[in-house]
Nanobody, 118 residues
Framework: QVQLVESGGGLVQPGGSLRLSCAVS????????MGWYRQAPGKQRESVAQ???????NYTDSVKGRFTISRDNAKNTVYLQMNSLKPEDTAVYYC????????????WGQGTQVTVSS
């Protein structure tokens, strides 16, 4: 049974930083990517950052240069370091694991709220 558990969200002032963690348990066969998504009120869920097994990363344009995705294999944990936070970064952030060869299977965490406000 694969489980993803996020932590690290909270309230931060504009310009501040947060680090989200995603603890992964269970075996994921055929991992394609680990990633972070976010969903703001009234908006669709969007991809924020992706980390492929070979180390390649992708970021949505709005967070490039501010957010960094990384992984600690020994701890089975994926991180999202968020710097220079803006009010528009406010959303529920979800950890995702995508696996599969002929079709994709997505595993999701329960989400963690990030609020950027003064």
């Amino acid at each position: 049974q694969v489980q993803l558990v996020e932590s690290g969200g909270g309230l931060v002032q504009p310009g501040g930083s947060l680090r989200l963690s995603c603890a992964v348990s269970g075996k994921i066969s055929g991992l394609v990517a680990m990633g972070w998504y976010r969903q703001a009120p009234g908006k669709q869920r969007e991809s924020v950052a992706q980390l492929m097994p070979g180390g390649r990363t992708n970021y949505t344009d709005s967070v490039k240069g501010r957010f960094t995705i990384s992984r600690d294999n020994a701890k089975n944990t994926v991180y999202l370091q968020m710097n220079s936070l803006k009010p528009e970064d406010t959303a529920v952030y979800y950890c995702n694991a995508r696996a599969g060869i002929f079709y994709y299977v997505d595993y999701w965490g329960q989400g963690t709220q990030v609020t950027v406000s003064s």
